[in-house]
């Protein structure tokens, strides 16, 4: 079996440190490289094959947001996992913005840690509970400016039905689960997200979600 190849993008040695010693216990995964500043973050890119960036927001001069968009355009299978101590909206979104697939406090529990890896690798998105809530609570409070929000709304292109869709995606919830939900097909499920992604020309589902707060189509 193929192991999950991640790097560790953290100033802080005892960090990374701590981070290797719970990855390197699992069968699934391997610690590929460390790096201390989003430079040498993408110098180890070029020389290491990875497919998950544990990404710090902060790192001494270096800036982790900055860093996240150059490597998803540098290296664009390679998936970012933000692993900080900011839970502030503005720097989840943010992260999303420059491609982040994930989000996590460093409070974070090793299984939720591990969780995220592989949820990540997969394709799909995660943010832990945390940050899950700050960006409900960012939506809610644009929910509550209905002038910004109707004139957002009326120039979407997005239809009511894949509104709806895109309203459970940006909560979380499986492709069954909205298939459940809405009384309808996994199959019809996969053909509205496809049609959402399309039409909103974004790549994955943080795309989506950051798509979904700024618009307040949710």
């Known amino acids: 079996m193929s192991k999950i190849k991640v790097l560790l993008a953290d100033d802080h040695k005892i960090i990374r440190i701590g981070l290797r010693g719970i990855l390197e216990r699992e ?15 993408l110098d180890m890119l070029q020389k290491t094959v990875t497919d998950v960036v544990l990404m710090d927001i902060d790192m001494g001069r270096s800036n982790g947001t900055e860093t996240t968009r150059k490597v998803r355009a540098m290296f664009p299978d390679v998936r970012v996992l933000a692993l900080t101590m900011h839970e502030e909206a503005e720097h989840i979104i943010y992260m999303l913005e420059a491609g982040a697939s994930g989000y996590l406090l460093k409070n974070v529990g090793r299984d939720e840690l591990l969780s995220a890896i592989r949820t990540v690798v997969q394709g799909n998105s995660y943010f832990s509970h945390t940050v899950s809530a700050t960006l409900l609570k960012a939506i809610t409070d644009l929910k509550s400016k209905p002038s910004s929000a109707s004139k957002q709304s009326s120039g979407s292109p997005l239809s009511d039905r894949e509104i709806e869709v895109l309203k459970l995606i940006a909560q979380e919830h499986s492709n069954g689960e909205i298939a459940e939900k809405l009384f309808i097909s996994i199959r019809t499920v996969d053909t509205h997200r496809r049609n959402i992604l399309e039409k909103l020309q974004v790549k994955n589902t943080a795309g989506l979600v950051k798509y979904a707060i700024e618009k307040a189509l949710i």
Not at 27 to 41: F, P, Q, T, W, Y
């Open 27 to 41: 069968e699934d995964m391997e610690v590929v490289g460390e790096a201390e500043s989003g430079g040498e973050v």
